[in-house]
């Protein structure tokens, strides 16, 4: 019968012979070298407890113990000894300036009314032209977002400015720190939504006008692309629009949601339009979990603009996050490898780093 009461004493003991060295190593690691000697000590006042409660408490399973805390202590010094190993560099900062971009406006009464769009410029290192992606941005989510916000999308302007390119991103009339009025409605109905889309062209115009004459863009280098309005707007640009772009990357590209459009069916018209009229190959972003179209209205949007004559590559990744739409953007570590190959494919293979 005393063996039978000694088995938890046994257990404990047990516990302790392993647990002990593997959570000083764990301890060290996450830096916890104050915390974890509070546990070490822990340990050996509940041997001495059991010894003193328990009479019976065999030394050997004692000594056993009081050993696994002992090695425990000297792991936990060895390994806090300073590391060699570099520290991991911060990301450098991205050279990032604001340009002002001229643009007209041309109302139905009145003459002519000069403007000015805010735009943000990512440069690499070096001060010579370099290959251009104009990147447009989306909408307010119906106010989720402040129209006076301007939108800057920094991990997708580091991940090119690190293969060597410069980046733009302007932001259209009423948005951001732009003149004039934000008019890119959401009602659900095709004329509305139209409507917003030829004002999004006509602020594009005077963005390419701009890139034209700037020293620092290769514009025989140059790729259009955007986030969500923006993705759909960079689609339909080139496709009404001659313009030096080699390429196009529409980022979860569209104009209203899923459902107004199964209501209208606006995006099959635009996608399908702009398929019949534009000869670049583009490559399309997308989401299984974008909150505003499922894989189901995203392959349609494909087979409307591929059926038109269109050349779509269609990447659907897996969810990201809460709301794939809007974390799009932030992740080139989940679709810069199609970007990287897509680049290639296109003759714009990135420089060396």
């Known amino acids: 019968m005393p063996y039978l009461f000694d088995l938890p004493i046994y257990l404990v003991a047990l516990t302790l012979v392993v647990a002990i060295p593997l959570g000083v190593i764990s301890a060290v690691r996450r830096n916890t070298f104050v915390g974890h000697l509070g546990t070490l000590a822990l340990g050996l006042m509940l041997i001495d407890v059991f010894a003193v409660r328990r009479r019976w408490l065999r030394a050997r399973v004692c000594r056993q113990a009081r050993l696994a805390v002992a090695a425990g202590i000297a792991t936990l010094f060895l390994l806090a000894a300073p590391s060699t190993r570099p520290a991991a560099q911060p990301p450098a900062e991205l050279r990032t300036e604001t340009v002002w971009i001229p643009a007209t406006e041309r109302a139905a009464l009145g003459g002519p009314r000069q403007l000015r769009l805010e735009a943000t410029l990512y440069r690499p290192a070096g001060s010579g032209p370099s290959p251009l992606l104009v990147f447009n941005h989306g909408s307010t989510g119906r106010g989720r977002s402040s129209p006076k916000e301007t939108l800057t999308y920094p991990d997708t302007a580091r991940f090119f400015v690190e293969r060597g390119w410069t980046v733009l991103m302007p932001m259209r009339r009423g948005r951001g720190a732009s003149d004039g009025e934000y008019l890119e409605r959401y009602d659900c109905d095709p004329a509305v939504l139209s409507a917003g889309s030829d004002r999004a062209v006509e602020d594009l115009d005077a963005v390419m006008a701009f890139v034209a004459v700037q020293s620092w863009a290769d514009t025989t280098r140059l790729v259009l692309g955007g986030m969500s309005r923006g993705g759909l707007l960079s689609l339909v640009y080139a496709s009404v629009r001659q313009t030096p772009a080699r390429g196009i990357i529409n980022v979860a590209g569209g ?14 018209r635009v996608f399908g339009r702009a398929g019949r009229d534009l000869r670049l190959p583009t490559l399309w972003l997308y989401a299984e979990n974008d909150r505003n179209y499922s894989p189901a209205a995203v392959r349609s949007y494909q087979a409307a603009f591929a059926r038109a004559g269109g050349a779509a590559e269609l990447q659907l990744f897996p ?12 992740h080139p570590d989940i679709w810069g490898g199609a970007v990287d190959a897509y680049l290639a494919r296109i003759g714009l293979t990135a420089p060396a780093r």
């Open 255 to 268: 104009w209203t949601v899923e459902p107004c459009d199964q209501r209208i069916g606006f995006h099959e």
């Open 319 to 330: 969810p990201i996050g809460h709301d794939g739409h809007i974390l799009m953007p932030r």
